[in-house]
């Protein structure tokens, strides 16, 4: 049976901010219980590569957050999380004893939300986990996903204070800002880009991008191209399998895990037709008709 590269399940659709640049979703606020995601893991972990615990929501607020790491041990998956990070400070140590694979801390989140702490302590906490996952498998990349294309003094005018204290605190040299440089004129199109800061700890870089709206979709079948079950499909908290990480409403339900096996879910008639649709460089989901990722997808796929 075929294997996607990624397979996201939203082990909880509620998050403990209200970033400005996150679309946030209408459904209704649901933890995954540790039980159901192993029913979940037990359905999905032969069709992935890399299993990845968010779609919407903040995975390390879940209450058996630790539970759910030994879950994915028991079946040999080292799961992928992203994170605001403030919340690091609590779940650092249970991350890296349980061999995450890899943290994305979404840095540009700080400034999205009226927080009731410092920049210097949101960081700390962030920058204290990196000392400690230095040396372990677990890689960690601190994103600025909010660059624009004009030039680097980007909407975010944290950046600078924040590339500033990882210098500082992870014992950087100043060639940080000239990587930075090299790496936001190397960007394409709203391709993200990384580097090394040291050992196993990356800056990633990325322009800001929209979510796909139901309500900004033009609803006729254009030009298009994704990867969405090619190489990646979602499971959302309530069991609500999706064909991609963008589908924050679960406006393309494909079926539920908890009520059909996948395999007759990823086999089903609307699964088919958007695989074929894109097969064809056709979008035939009114949310993908909205979709900026499926025009960037299609920018650089060869017709």
């Known amino acids: 049976m075929k294997k996607y590269k ?3 399940i939203e082990i909880t659709n509620i998050c403990n901010l209200n970033c400005t640049f996150c679309p946030g979703h209408k459904r209704q606020l649901k933890e995954m219980s540790a039980e159901n995601f192993e029913t979940v893991l037990s359905r999905t972990h032969h069709i992935g590569e890399n299993f990845y615990l968010h779609l919407m929501g903040e995975p390390t607020a879940h209450s058996e957050f630790a539970e759910i790491l030994d879950i994915c041990s028991s079946y040999g998956i080292r799961p ?4 605001n990070g403030t919340l690091l400070g609590k779940k650092a140590d249970i991350i890296l004893q349980k061999d995450v694979r890899n943290v994305s801390i979404s840095l540009h989140s700080f400034e999205a939300n009226d927080l009731n702490k410092s920049l210097e302590n949101y960081l700390g906490d962030i920058t204290d986990f990196c000392r400690k996952a230095l040396g372990s498998r677990t890689v960690v990349e601190l994103r600025l996903w909010n660059m624009s294309r ?9 950046n600078f204070k924040i590339t500033e204290f990882l ?5 950087l040299g100043s060639e940080i800002y000239d990587r930075i440089n090299e790496t936001f004129f190397a960007m394409e199109g709203n391709r993200k880009k990384n580097f090394r800061l040291k050992e196993n700890i990356f800056l990633g870089m990325s322009e800001q991008f929209s979510w796909p709206s139901i309500e900004n979709s033009p609803n006729e079948i254009c030009k298009g191209f994704c990867y969405g079950l090619r ?3 979602a499971v959302l908290a309530d069991g609500t399998v999706v064909p991609c990480c ?3 409403d679960g406006n393309m339900p494909l079926g539920n895990i908890f009520e059909d096996e996948i395999e007759n879910i990823i086999n089903s008639k609307r699964a088919k037709n958007i695989y074929d649709g894109f097969t064809n460089h056709k979008a035939v989901e009114s949310l ?3 979709c900026g990722y499926m025009k960037k997808y299609l920018q650089f796929k060869k017709i």
């Open 167 to 171: 210098r500082e605190n992870l014992d």
């Open 231 to 233: 190489n990646q499909i």
């Open 6 to 8: 990624k397979v996201y």
């Open 246 to 248: 963008l589908d924050a």
């Open 80 to 83: 992928n999380i992203t994170t």
């Open 150 to 158: 004009e030039s680097l003094a980007d909407p975010n005018s944290f």
């Open 288 to 290: 993908c008709q909205s």
